[in-house]
T-cell receptor, first 114, second 116 residues
């Protein structure tokens, strides 16, 4: 079975550029999550969707960050303009409905802003 | 107090040792709990869910203590391949005027190195 698919795996770009991260959740999963992971802050939830609708975006650091889920099989996380402090690993995860269902993570996108 | 706290380690143990990690949480309304494992430069993967009565999966045992608000993970007969970071995850109930909501809160992880 295909897991959560993220692209790109690595992204290196200069500050000020727009960055778009992509995610395809596991088919049939109702929930999709975007996380950011750094050494200092660990894994931080940025936003999550239920049935393509954003439910909680309180973790989005500022207006430079935006996320969309136009359909059940695709989501994007966009940073515009990017800054060096955005450098981190960004994970997408999905899970089935039901309170205790575990999350399944993609391989992550390693983002470096120069 | 942090919502979810873990001893960052690192724990360095020899092969075959038994090692235990604790994780404390602050929200008494927390409903479900998980242990995830994350290898270096990889994504987190579910190790096991934690049930009220405690549960065991091979060499791994997870326990929940609601009164003291902590969960634990015990690894017996540790292997070199157990070297990883172990993340504690707590499913919080957040009460608000707009309605109750649940949110997963992740610990920063405990690093384990099993040595030959």
């Amino acid at each position: 079975d295909a897991g959560v698919i993220q692209s790109p795996r690595h992204e290196v770009t200069e500050m000020g550029q727009e960055v778009t991260l992509r995610c395809k959740p596991i088919s049939g999963h109702d929930y999709l999550f975007w996380y950011r992971q750094t050494m200092m802050r660990g894994l931080e939830l940025l936003i999550y969707f239920n049935n393509n609708v954003p439910i909680d975006d309180s973790g989005m650091p500022e207006d430079r960050f935006s996320a969309k889920m136009p359909n059940a099989s695709f989501s994007t996380l966009k940073i515009q303009p990017s800054e060096p402090r955005d450098s981190a690993v960004y994970f997408c995860a999905s899970r089935a409905g039901g309170r205790d269902q575990p999350q399944h993570f993609g391989d992550g996108t390693r983002l470096s802003i120069l | 107090r942090k919502e979810v706290e873990q001893d960052p380690g690192p724990f360095n143990v020899p092969e075959g040792a038994t090692v235990a990690f604790n994780c404390t949480y602050s929200n008494s309304a927390s409903q479900s709990f998980f242990w995830y494992r994350q290898d270096c430069r990889k994504e987190p993967k579910l190790l096991m869910s934690v049930y009220s009565s405690g549960n065991e999966d091979g060499r791994f045992t997870a326990q929940l203590n609601r009164a003291s608000q902590y969960i634990s993970l015990l690894i017996r007969d540790s292997k070199l391949s157990d070297s990883a970071t172990y993340l504690c995850v707590v499913n919080y109930l957040i009460l608000s005027n707009a309605g109750n909501n649940r949110k997963l809160i992740w610990g920063l992880g405990t690093s384990l190195a099993v040595n030959p």
